[in-house]
């Protein structure tokens, strides 16, 4: 039998709010027995830096009913009885059509997501008001089978210094998992498909710096035991899972922010939903200066025109979006017909 709503308190830029959590004893991580009602406190506790990092954004909701080990399902448009603080911005998805998108303004907003089964909040690295300009470069470092975070490590350290040669400051976070997520803010001056060549210029010029250790390679077979560049998370419509969002992963994980300095000696299982409220009281936020000297893309848009000129060309797209122009064929390398 489900347990009665409680009705708990938000505090927010707008004053107090409250939000009712039904079934707030609903276990939605079995190993640890985190409740729904945990990951509400959970959020209250985080919720300036959460709203820092991830407001003002369109932002996808992936929910989880029966706990994490249950169906799930994304949520974009804004659900009937969506309370008044919850606003919608439209966005136009790859597909052309437009839709409205949820965004979250302030700490209530994500605890009422989290009474929506939220666990995972995936922001896009555009403005509400903005949405076809990113405001955000964002390279994923995804550890292969063989690898792991700490293969990941060096790879950050070095595309770092890639980055600092174009003049963009990076910051860097946990991916709740084995990756490390490298974000640099941008001027809001260029829309998507210049933002993704901008990121396949920083990952290419990485590949050749550390051959053995990194890869652009779009298809699994080809990768090897290094880590993958994804290029494809800067493409509209595609997000990873946020700032201090947690993830669905069974010790709780969090996507957590650190410091440089701490790169090398911290652990992703260090930061999880039972963890990160002491963390920030202690240590602070590493990014909350994020967004005060935003750089430009420009120089790695030159790079990139200087890799097309040494025949570089487009780099394939996600399978679901549409036949983009200049793209390679689409076809698993072991499948392509031999001529």
Do not use: C
Not at 195 to 203: F, K, L, M, T, Y
Not at 265 to 280: A, E, G, Q, W
């Amino acid at each position: 039998m489900a347990s009665e709503a409680v009705v708990i308190t938000v505090p927010g830029p707008n004053g107090d709010r409250e939000v009712r959590i039904s079934s707030p004893t609903r276990v939605l991580w079995p190993e640890l027995g985190i409740t729904k009602l945990d990951l509400a406190n959970y959020l209250i506790a985080v919720g300036d830096a959460f709203v820092r990092a991830n407001g003002d954004r369109p932002v996808s909701l992936e929910r989880f009913p029966e706990g994490i080990g249950g169906e799930q399902f994304f949520s974009k448009n804004p659900p009937r009885g969506a309370p008044e603080y919850v606003r919608s911005v439209m966005v136009v998805y790859p597909s052309a059509r437009s839709h409205p998108q949820l965004v979250i303004d302030e700490p209530a907003a994500a605890v009422w997501a989290a009474q929506m089964n939220t666990v995972v909040f995936h922001p896009w690295p555009s403005r509400a008001e903005n949405s076809d300009n990113p405001d955000q470069l964002r390279i994923d470092l995804d550890p292969q089978p063989g690898t792991d975070f700490s293969d990941a490590v060096p790879a950050a350290i070095e595309l770092r210094a890639v980055l600092a040669e174009v003049g963009l400051d990076a910051f860097i976070k946990t991916s709740g998992n084995r990756g490390v997520h490298v974000f640099a803010p941008i001027e809001a001056t260029h829309e998507f498909q210049d933002v993704r060549h901008a990121v396949i210029a920083a990952a290419r010029e990485l590949e050749r710096r550390m051959p053995d250790k990194v890869t652009t390679a779009w298809w699994k077979e080809e990768r090897g035991e290094r880590i993958f560049v994804d290029f494809n998370q800067a493409n509209r419509d595609r997000t990873m899972a946020g700032a201090y969002s947690p993830r669905a992963l069974a010790h709780a994980a969090v996507s957590t922010p650190i410091t440089w300095d701490e790169l090398e000696r911290v652990s992703p299982r260090d930061f999880t939903v039972l963890t990160v409220p002491d963390r920030l009281k202690t240590v602070g936020d590493p990014w909350e200066s994020f967004g005060d000297e935003p750089g430009t893309i420009d120089q790695l848009l030159g790079w990139w025109q200087r890799d097309l000129d040494a025949g570089l060309g487009e780099l394939p797209f996600p399978p679901d979006y549409p036949k983009m122009p200049g793209e390679p064929p689409r076809v698993q390398p072991s499948r392509a017909k031999k001529s």
